[in-house]
C-alpha cells in the first residue's frame, strides 16, 4: 500500500476501546486494544474473538496442543471510550497549542 492514500486511524495501541459489533459486542465494558494493523485496517483487542490454535511441539514450544488467543477484528467494529461519559464515543482532530490532539465528540474531553 502507498503512503500517499494511506487511511489514518483515531485508534491507537494502548487506546481503551468498546465493541460495538460482531460476536463480542458489548457496549458498556471497555477493552485495551493491544496491537493495530493499519494496512488491514483491523485491531487486536484484549478478550475479544478468542480463537484455538492446534500447536505442534516445536524447538520453542515443547509441549504443543491446544491454544486459545485473540484474533484481529475490524476498526469499524470498534469505538473509543469515553471516560467521562461512560461509553464509546466517535472522535474528531482538533488543534491545541499547534499539536493535533484527540478529542470525544460526545464530551469533549482530550485522549492521551
Known amino acids: 500500500m502507498s503512503n500517499r492514500f494511506k487511511p489514518k486511524f483515531n485508534i491507537k495501541k494502548g487506546d481503551t476501546v468498546v465493541v460495538i459489533a460482531g460476536d463480542d459486542k458489548d457496549a458498556t465494558k471497555p477493552r485495551k486494544v493491544l496491537e493495530v494493523f493499519p494496512d488491514k485496517e483491523r485491531v487486536l483487542v484484549e478478550g475479544v474473538n478468542i480463537v484455538t490454535r492446534h500447536t505442534k511441539p516445536s524447538a520453542r514450544n515443547t509441549k504443543g496442543g491446544i491454544v486459545k488467543r485473540e484474533a484481529a477484528i475490524h476498526i469499524s467494529n470498534v469505538m473509543l471510550w469515553d471516560a467521562k461519559k461512560g461509553e464509546g464515543s466517535r472522535i474528531k482532530r ?14 469533549g474531553e482530550v485522549i492521551k
Open 94 to 107: 482538533t488543534r491545541e497549542n499547534g499539536k493535533l490532539v484527540r478529542v470525544t465528540k460526545k464530551s
